[in-house]
C-alpha cells in the first residue's frame, strides 16, 4: 500500500490477446476502489510486495512471482512520479 493505492497480483494465472500466459499486477484507489493501473507479469504473484524509497527519490514495489513451470524471481516496478509524496525535513 501507498498513501493512496493498494497494490496487489492477480492470484491465477490469465492470458491477454497481447500476451502469453502470466498475470496481472493491479493498482486500486484506496478512496473510490476503481483500478487505475496494471501490468503484466510472466507469472502469478507468490509472495507480497513491497515498497521502497530509492536514493533517487523514485518510489519502487517490488513483487516475487512464480508458479507452474516458471522458476521464482523479484520483479521491480517504478510508481508514476505523481505517487510520490515528498515529505519535508523541519
Known amino acids: 500500500m501507498t498513501k493512496s493505492l493498494v497494490v496487489l497480483g492477480d492470484p491465477a494465472i490469465t492470458t491477454t490477446p497481447d500476451h502469453p500466459r502470466g ?13 487505475v493501473g496494471a501490468v ?15 536514493q533517487d527519490g523514485q518510489q519502487y514495489i517490488v513483487v516475487s512471482i512464480s508458479g507452474g513451470n516458471y522458476s521464482g524471481e523479484y520483479l521491480a516496478f517504478a510508481l508514476p512520479a505523481s505517487e510520490v509524496k515528498p515529505t519535508t525535513q523541519p
Do not use: H, V
Open 23 to 35: 498475470a496481472m499486477l493491479r493498482a486500486y484507489d484506496k478512496q473510490t476502489g476503481n483500478q
Open 40 to 54: 503484466w507479469m510472466p507469472a502469478p504473484q507468490s509472495g507480497s510486495p513491497m515498497t521502497y524509497m530509492g
